[in-house]
C-alpha cells in the first residue's frame, strides 16, 4: 500500500506565504475519507472519521505527522482511499492543505479492533516551522502519566486519611447489620425448614389457637408444662 500527497490549491498557496514570510504553519487535524476529492475542494469528500494526530518528527529537514486510525472509531464499514491534513497560518482559517491517496483500497470494519499508523510527510517547509495540535487523547507522555499517577496517589492518601479519622465510618454498616442473637415477628417466617426442635412457651390460654408442644408416647403422662399436649399409644 502507498501513499501519495500532494497539495491542494489553497495548500500551495498557504506554502508559499509562509516561505515567503518565513513564517510557519499549524497542522490542526486529519480526516479519513472514502471519496476522491479534488484540489480545489475546501473539504475531503465522503469523510467517514477522524484520525488521531499523535506526534511530528523530523526527516531529512521535512516534517512528518504521525496519525493513528482505529478502526472502531468509525461509525460505519467503509473503503478508505485518502487522508485530508487541514492546517492555518497564524490565526487565520483552517483549510484543507494536503491530500494523501492510497494507490489501493482499504476496508475499515468498525467491530475489527485494528490500529493502523500512517506517516504523513510536509516536505517543502522545515520541520521546525511546522506545529501541530495534538489530540489529548492520543498524546500521552511521560510527564503526564506521572502527573496522573502523582493525583490518584494524593487522593488515595487523603480519603484514607479523613476514614481513619472519622468517629462514624462505619457506623451504617453496623446500623445494618444484625446482632448476632435477634427476633423475627411470626410474619416474617413464611418458609422453610427450622434447624432444630422448637419448643412453644407453656401457657394456660387452652382455648387460644395457637402452636403448642406435642409428645407421643407409650408411658402415661408425666411432667410437662401448662398448654402441651400428651398423646398416649400402643405400639
Known amino acids: 500500500m502507498r501513499l501519495t500527497g500532494s497539495y491542494t490549491t489553497a495548500g ?3 506554502t508559499a506565504q509562509a516561505l515567503a514570510a518565513g513564517s510557519g504553519l499549524t497542522i490542526t487535524r486529519v480526516e479519513a475519507g472514502a471519496g476522491t476529492t479534488t484540489a480545489d475542494a475546501a473539504a475531503l469528500a465522503e469523510v467517514r472519521q ?3 494526530l499523535m ?5 531529512n529537514g521535512a516534517c512528518v505527522l504521525e496519525v493513528l486510525l482505529n478502526s472502531s472509531d468509525a461509525q460505519a464499514q ?11 497560518l497564524g ?5 484543507l492543505y494536503q491530500i494523501f491517496r492510497l494507490d489501493e ?3 475499515i470494519e468498525p467491530q475489527v479492533d485494528l490500529g493502523i499508523t500512517f506517516y504523513l510527510a510536509e516536505q517543502i517547509l522545515p520541520a521546525e516551522t511546522v506545529q501541530v495540535v495534538l489530540a489529548q487523547e492520543g498524546y500521552i507522555t511521560a510527564e503526564s502519566c506521572g502527573n496522573a499517577i502523582a493525583e490518584a496517589s494524593a487522593g488515595s492518601a487523603a480519603a484514607l486519611s479523613a476514614h481513619e479519622t472519622a468517629k462514624n465510618a462505619h457506623q451504617a454498616l453496623f446500623n445494618a447489620k444484625a446482632n448476632a442473637s435477634h427476633t423475627h415477628s411470626a410474619g416474617n417466617i413464611t418458609a422453610g425448614t427450622f434447624g432444630g426442635r422448637m419448643a412453644a412457651p407453656a401457657d394456660t ?6 402452636v403448642r408442644n406435642i409428645v407421643l408416647s407409650t408411658a402415661n403422662p408425666s411432667g410437662g408444662s401448662n398448654g402441651w399436649i400428651w398423646l398416649k399409644y400402643e405400639a
Open 205 to 210: 390460654a387452652y382455648t387460644t389457637g395457637q
Open 105 to 107: 483500497g482499504l476496508n
Open 78 to 88: 467503509y473503503t478508505l482511499w485518502e487522508l485530508g491534513v487541514y492546517a492555518r
Open 91 to 95: 490565526n487565520g482559517t483552517e483549510q
Open 50 to 52: 477522524t484520525p488521531v
Open 12 to 14: 500551495a498557496a498557504m
Open 55 to 59: 506526534r511530528k518528527q523530523a526527516e
